[in-house]
């Protein structure tokens, strides 16, 4: 011990003369009530002390530089508020009422529907002679009964000839023409509005055609006048 230190009695270390405990391993350095010699103001101004605080502040200096280097190796956390989409909301699509028709277009049809025809088709087993109309109305014909038709139109014929095609129609609904158009021509007044013809016997019309279901057409020129349907059993 010398006049301005003390030294620990348990690890040796020197210390202020006015210290009570050891700096290094907190040993009592004096009796209980005992005053240290000393500086008596609040910092202590002896070489020690002051060296040993500058070693504990320049410690906290570092950590606080090396703690602000590492932070700059570190990279900063995205901004979630930023890169996160924002989600858009979804569109609920609203059915559309249907539109109904309007009057007009109820009343008139379709645009480019097939004209009415002018003229009628009427089968039967006879005919009048007076009016070219036919008598025993069907369109059902077997050998051994009549075949009969009359053509009547909203306007005379016009020409003083027309033509008539013949299809006969398969069980599974295949067309074939029996009788083209240019062999099925007939001669008519040209002042008239209706014409009938007569086979005497369907068995005729069998032997040619074959049995089954016909469409007859009626054309005058390349106009259709008239179309109707027969069986021939």
Known sequence: MSGDTIEC????????SWAQVCRQCGFALRPAGRPA???RGIFPTDQASLISIGGTL???????GLGLFLSKLI?????????TATPTPSVTPIASASVAPSPSQSATGSVGSTPPLIGTLTFGTGLNSTTREVTGVTTTFRAGVAFAHSIKLTEPFGVST?????????AAGVPTVVQARADGSIQVDAAATIAGF?????ATLIQGWGPGNFIMRVYRGGELLAEGTFTLS
């Open 9 to 16: 009695f348990n690890c040796g270390h020197a210390n202020p």
């Open 37 to 39: 010699g000393g500086p």
């Open 58 to 64: 320049g410690a906290i200096v570092l950590a606080i």
């Open 75 to 83: 990279p900063p956390a995205p901004n979630v508020a930023t890169e």
């Open 162 to 170: 027309i033509q008539e095609e013949v299809t006969r129609v398969d």
């Open 198 to 202: 007569r086979v005497r016997n369907a």
